[in-house]
Each structure stands twice: as C-alpha cells, then as structure tokens.
C-alpha cells in the first residue's frame, strides 16, 4: 500500500476509503461463516454492515504516522478489526430491548429485531472473545510477544469496567437526572460528563490510537502525546455526536435524532447549549493539532492525524 | 502452601477446601469495590457468591500434577480466577429473561433479578474483560511472554463461538427439537449431544486443565493427554449434570431440578435413559483414569486429578 506522505496534497477523503476498502476485506476474512450459523450470521450481520470504521483508521493512521516510510498497514490491520469487533459488540448489547432498546442502526434493522434478543447477546458476546483471538493470532510475528501481551490488556481496560462498560453505566445513571427529583441540573457538570464520555467512546478511541503506534514501535514521549491527542479527539467526537443529535436529520445520520432530548441524556448540548458545544469543539481542535505539531517527533509530518481530528468535528453522521 | 504429594492418604476434600479459601481470596482481591460501584457490585455479587469453583482447582490441580514438588499456586492463581470470571459471566447472561429465564442461582436471586436485566448484561461483559486484564496483568513475569499470550488465545477460543457461546447457541438450536415438527427423536444423536457438550461447558473445563499445566511448563505430551483428560472430565461432568436434574432435589441441587425436562432439553438422560447414562459414566472414568496412569509421566503421580474425576462424576449438586 502507497505509504501516506507529509506533501500537501494529501486528501484525506481517499485516504479514508482506500484504508476502508482493506479494512473490509479483513474483516470479512477473519468473520469468514462458520458454524453454529446462525451466530456467524448475527455477527456478521453487526460487523459487515459499514459504519465509519473510524477506530480502524485512526489504528492504521496512528501506525502510519509514527512510520510514515514504511508500509505497516499488516502490523496493525489485526488490531484494527479487533477494535472494530469489539465496537460492533458495544452496539450489538446497547441496542437491546434492556438496555436503549432500538429498532434501527445505521439504516437498517438492529441485530436482535433480526435474529432475537438470545442470539444478539451471545452474538456480543463471541465477538468480544473474537476480537481477543484475531489480536493475538493474527498480528505478526514481528511484533514482540510482550508488546502484544500490553495491548491486549489494553484492549481489555479500555473495554471493560475502567472504560467503555463502565462509562455506560456513568451514563445510565445520569440518564433522566435533570428530571429526577434526587437531583438538579447542577448535578451534571462538565468533569462528570467529561467522564462519562472519556469512558463510554474515549477509551476505544484512544486505544485504537495508542494500539496502532504500540505495535509499530512507537517510544514512550510518542506514545504519551498520542494518548492525549486520542482522549482529546474522543471528546470532540462524542460532542459532535451530541451535536449531530440535535441539528441532523434522519437521513443524513442514519439513524433517529433527537433521541437525546426524549431519553433526558445528560449530554453536552443540554449542558452548554449548541453554541457552547461548538466553542468547545473549536478549542478542542486547537489543542488537539497543537500536540501534532509540537512534539518534535515525526507525528506531526503526516497529515493524516490532522485530517482526522478535522473529520471528527465537521462530519455530518 | 503444602505442595500435593502421592502418598495414599490425599484426602480430596481437605484439598478441595483449602484451595477454594485461596481462590475466595484472589477474587476478593481482583474484585475489590471500584466505581461505578453498582457495576461492581453487579459483578462481585455473581463470582463471589461461592459456588464449586471446580475449574479454579482444575487449574489449580493440573499446575500441581506437572510439579508435584513445587508450589506453583501463585503462578496459575490469575488464571484460575480469570476463568471464575468467565464463568460467572455466562451464567449472568444465561440467566437473563431472553435465554433461560432464571430466577434462583446456587439458592440466591440471579444477577438481573437484584441489579435489573441492563446492569446484568453490562457486569457479565465487564469480566469478560477483567478476566483478560487479570490474567495478563497479574501473571508473575516468570511465566515466559510468548506462554501467557498463549493461554490468553486458548481462553478466548475457549469462551466463543468455537467453545462455550457455541455450544450455548447449538444446545438453543436442539432445545424442543424432540417435540417439534421438523425433527424427532434420531435427530438429536450422541455425535450431536457431545459436540453441545464439549463445547458448552467442556471447552472451558479442558482449558482450565489445560492452562493450568502450559503456564507451569508442561510438555507437548503432558498438554495432549491433559486436553484429553480435560474432554472426558467435562463430558463427565454435563452428564452428571443431566442426571442430577432428573435425580437431585432443590435443596442439595441449589437450582429447581426437573428443569431440562420441562423445557424439552436434549440430554444425555433424554436420549440414553438414566442407567445408560450411568454406564457412560463409569466408561469415562476408566477411560480418565488409564490416561493419567498410562502415560509415564509425573501426571500419574499425583492424586487430586484422579480424585477429581471421581468428584465430577459422584458429586450431589
């Protein structure tokens, strides 16, 4: 594959869809059928049915930025579908009836309307142990047993109770707390709401950035300022979200807006108002490419990072 | 902690009773209260609610068969409670409202009956995870890299679609198929009930026998006679199972009996009747038993793992 570049000329549109084109292909490869069926038809269902693939490209971005000579995607692409899996789970179970209850994902109908509530939970629930499988079996052999061991473990924080589990959980707590009696508007404030959202989307976010400059060798300074630039581009990304709940239509989004609003989400439009989550969302941006540029290290030459701190903020859906 | 030994006065319980007071203790340790503290009460109140922890001393017994003179306990404890966990989750998630309906475990209210279906699903995923992260993170550095990631892989093949959440979907896909039209009673054969069985509560059983002797150093011979161990040993234990549901009584049971017959369940006892079921029985342990004598190795030395076949297959609840 045609190593990105720091020439001006980059287009992060093609960028974008050529790395989406192998990601797909891997993906499909590694949920190749299987039996009992009926589970690789419900996985399959949830993981091949699109999406952004954002956490896959900022993997693969990440790689490319800390090698930006060197064609790395092979180092990473396990990584990549590993996370992909493991978000397609976190939808697969937030979708059930027990949880947001929702008919509809990205379009189409959501993994239990099509294959029952006992087949969407097991479906979650292999994916998360597939996605550990991939990982370890399919990342080559030149990555170091011990590298591989620690983003593994990662994988399993930010997925688990001290991450995206856990910010779920933040988030149905405080979900109705406006309107509850126990508690007032007051009682969400931004570092509680900044939590919830460093956990529940943060977290896979900045592993994916992490795990893609982890396994290509990345040093400690690298690494650091990358975690920061993923928990900051988390943010910006769950604002948008946020955002997008408020000013999109169905069409665009794929899927209901103003879900928010009905469900009393504690979210940062009912915080801050839309004009507030906008500033936030330009200092966000300011801070995030301030990393990139001033780290002194090769970061900061591909574009790609920049482009998609960019992409996060001024998507539509 | 006294290394098992061969003289003929083991004393099985005594063994059981005191390794179980190690493991209640390292769960304990890796489940200490965190926040969101509903989350990890959710969690705790399923693995800390006691239980056989047989595949903890599995582990733990396998670890000792390999090296009878060493106390190897600390370095197959994180595993052994990493697999508590995976067990524990499957029970939350089988309990729940869309797959078994239960309200009772071991004589206790089930996960979502205390904490809500929500919770109970979002706990059972979180140590999914924490398993992983324990098992990684608290592995003594003695135990080589390249071995943990091992145990790490066999675990999630172990736990997915190829081993438990599998099984669980081809014994969903066999439930009622003695009583529906598009089936009868050749169709559900004991090629298809073993592979259920291998798969639903097999797959973890071996790797926990399995596990317990790779991160101890065992060799190739040692591992492929104890996966084989561990197949009989887990084919043992379902059948036993079956039997109890149709002989044992709630008390001793801890669970309502006569519940696979109500539910058309395809089991051994179903298809074989309980005397044929019996000599299945009795032919598994022989066959265990040669295996761990016949193979000329320090496995057939060490008691606890001929003990614990007798346990499997004799046990009351």
Same mark, same amino acid.
């Given at each position: 594959?045609?190593?990105?570049?720091?020439?001006?000329?980059?287009?992060?549109?093609?960028?974008?869809?050529?790395?989406?084109?192998?990601?797909?292909?891997?993906?499909?490869?590694? *949920?190749?059928?299987?039996? =009992?069926?009926?589970?690789?038809?419900?996985?399959?269902?949830?993981?091949?049915?699109?999406?952004?693939?954002?956490? @896959?490209?900022?993997?693969?971005?990440?790689?490319? #930025?800390?090698?930006?000579?060197?064609?790395?995607?092979?180092?990473? /692409?396990?990584?990549?579908?590993?996370?992909?899996?493991?978000?397609?789970?976190? /939808?697969?179970?937030?979708?059930? =009836?027990?949880?947001?209850?929702?008919?509809?994902?990205?379009?189409?109908?959501?993994?239990?309307?099509?294959?029952?509530? @006992?087949?969407? *939970?097991?479906?979650?629930?292999?994916?998360?142990?597939?996605?550990?499988?991939?990982?370890?079996?399919?990342?080559?052999?030149?990555?170091? =047993?011990?590298? *591989?061991?620690?983003?593994?473990?990662?994988?399993?924080? #930010?997925?688990? #109770?001290?991450?995206?589990?856990?910010?779920?959980?933040?988030?149905?707590?405080?979900?109705?707390?406006?309107?509850?009696?126990?508690?007032?508007?007051?009682?969400?404030?931004?570092?509680?709401? %900044?939590?919830?959202?460093?956990?529940?989307?943060?977290?896979?976010?900045?592993?994916?950035?992490?795990?893609?400059?982890?396994?290509?060798?990345?040093?400690?300074?690298?690494?650091?300022?990358?975690?920061?630039?993923?928990?900051?581009?988390?943010?910006?990304?769950?604002?948008?979200?946020?955002?997008?709940?408020?000013?999109?239509?169905?069409?665009?989004?794929?899927?209901?807006?103003?879900?928010?609003?009905?469900?009393?989400?504690?979210?940062?439009?009912?915080?801050?108002?839309?004009?507030?989550?906008?500033?936030?969302?330009?200092?966000?941006?300011?801070?995030?490419? %301030?990393? /990139?540029?001033?780290?002194?290290?090769?970061?900061? %030459? #591909?574009?790609?990072?920049?482009?998609?701190?960019?992409?996060?903020?001024?998507?539509?859906?």
């Amino acid at each position: 594959m045609q190593p990105t570049t720091s020439n001006s000329a980059f287009n992060f549109k093609t960028y974008a869809s050529d790395r989406r084109v192998i990601i797909e292909e891997r993906l499909e490869q590694y *949920l190749i059928h299987n039996e =009992p069926q009926k589970l690789w038809d419900s996985m399959r269902y949830s993981v091949l049915s699109g999406g952004k693939r954002l956490r @896959a490209l900022l993997c693969l971005a990440a790689a490319e #930025a800390i090698k930006p000579n060197e064609d790395v995607s092979n180092l990473v /692409l396990p990584c990549a579908c590993a996370i992909e899996m493991v978000h397609a789970m976190s /939808l697969i179970h937030d979708d059930l =009836p027990s949880m947001d209850n929702d008919d509809f994902r990205r379009g189409k109908l959501t993994n239990h309307k099509v294959f029952g509530e @006992a087949m969407a *939970l097991l479906a979650g629930d292999a994916l998360l142990m597939l996605a550990n499988e991939i990982l370890i079996d399919e990342t080559p052999a030149k990555v170091a =047993p011990s590298i *591989l061991l620690s983003v593994v473990k990662e994988l399993a924080i #930010a997925t688990g #109770a001290h991450g995206m589990v856990g910010g779920q959980v933040e988030d149905m707590n405080f979900t109705g707390a406006f309107d509850l009696g126990h508690a007032n508007k007051e009682f969400v404030d931004e570092n509680i709401l %900044s939590s919830i959202h460093r956990r529940k989307t943060g977290a896979l976010i900045t592993f994916s950035i992490w795990s893609g400059a982890k396994l290509v060798g990345a040093d400690e300074k690298q690494l650091i300022d990358l975690k920061r630039f993923g928990e900051i581009l988390g943010l910006a990304f769950q604002i948008t979200d946020d955002l997008l709940d408020v000013t999109g239509d169905i069409n665009t989004l794929g899927k209901t807006p103003g879900k928010d609003e009905a469900s009393q989400k504690a979210t940062w439009v009912r915080l801050f108002g839309i004009d507030g989550s906008k500033q936030r969302l330009k200092e966000l941006e300011s801070e995030g490419l %301030s990393i /990139l540029e001033s780290n002194g290290t090769e970061i900061g %030459s #591909a574009p790609v990072l920049k482009e998609l701190i960019k992409y996060a903020i001024n998507r539509v859906n």
